[in-house]
């Protein structure tokens, strides 16, 4: 099983501040790699997929790198409403996801 | 609008047994692989299940095998869940998710692109 770990566990920021997520997996997943975003009591939404593709109708603010086994979320400029837990998962061997990193803007 | 919705969650003694459904709206469901996604109280998420197009491969998380069956029905646009020998640590939103996919210099790519708002399926006694 390939094992994603995301760091840091929280991250508090300011508005217009930026955010950097980490995503390290525990074997190379090439760029099979998507972020997520959830808000309380809401689904997941799909934000990242292919380590650095933006889905539909996500800000530009928000961006991916990485490949293999270290990767990046980043959003620029954070805005009150990018509070949220994000996760990232792996396509490369069955489908596994981080454990989350909660953001908090304030 | 391109919709999932989950139905089926409710309280379940140990040991019992539930079908979730998912009714798909707004798409073409029988060209999309589609998965079962569940959330405990205050986890994560974990991948459960999921299903080619055609119903023809199915494929499930090593801690429900042998109790749950995914399977769909194109002609109904539904994705269903049977949950047998239910445990406690069954305890879970369950999400009913669209896989997309793209194909980026020839190499197909999934990602789950859409996803249901969930039920809740409770296992206690």
């Known amino acids: 099983e390939i094992v994603l770990t995301q760091s840091p566990a929280t991250l508090s920021l300011s508005p217009g501040e930026r955010a950097t997520l980490s995503c390290r997996a525990s074997q190379s997943v090439n760029t099979y790699l998507a972020w997520y975003q959830q808000k309380p009591g809401q689904a997941p939404r799909l934000l990242i997929y292919?380590?650095?593709n933006r889905a539909t109708g996500i800000p530009a603010r928000f961006s991916g790198s990485g490949s293999e086994t270290d990767f990046t979320l980043t959003i620029r400029s954070l805005e009150p409403e990018d509070s949220a837990v994000y996760y990232c998962q792996q396509r490369a061997y069955w489908l596994t996801f981080g454990g989350g990193t909660k953001v908090e803007v304030k | 609008e391109v919709q999932l919705v989950e139905s089926g969650g409710i309280l379940v003694q140990p040991g019992g047994s539930l079908r979730l459904s998912c009714a798909a709206s707004?798409?073409?469901?029988?060209?999309?692989?589609m998965i079962w996604v569940r959330q405990a109280p205050g986890k994560g998420l974990e991948w459960v299940a999921n299903?080619?197009?055609?119903?023809?491969?199915?494929y499930y998380v090593d801690s429900v095998k042998g109790r749950f069956t995914i399977s769909r029905d194109n002609t109904k646009n539904s994705l269903f869940l049977q949950m047998n020998s239910l445990r406690a640590e069954d305890t879970a939103i369950y999400y009913c998710?669209?896989?997309?996919?793209?194909?980026?210099?020839?190499?197909?790519?999934?990602?789950?692109?859409?996803w249901g708002k969930g039920t809740t399926v409770t296992v206690s006694s």
């Open positions: 299903i080619k197009e055609d119903g023809s491969e199915q």
């Open positions: 707004g798409f073409t469901f029988s060209n999309y692989w």
């Open positions: 292919d380590a650095s």
């Open positions: 998710v669209r896989d997309d996919h793209v194909t980026i210099f020839g190499v197909v790519k999934y990602y789950m692109d859409i």
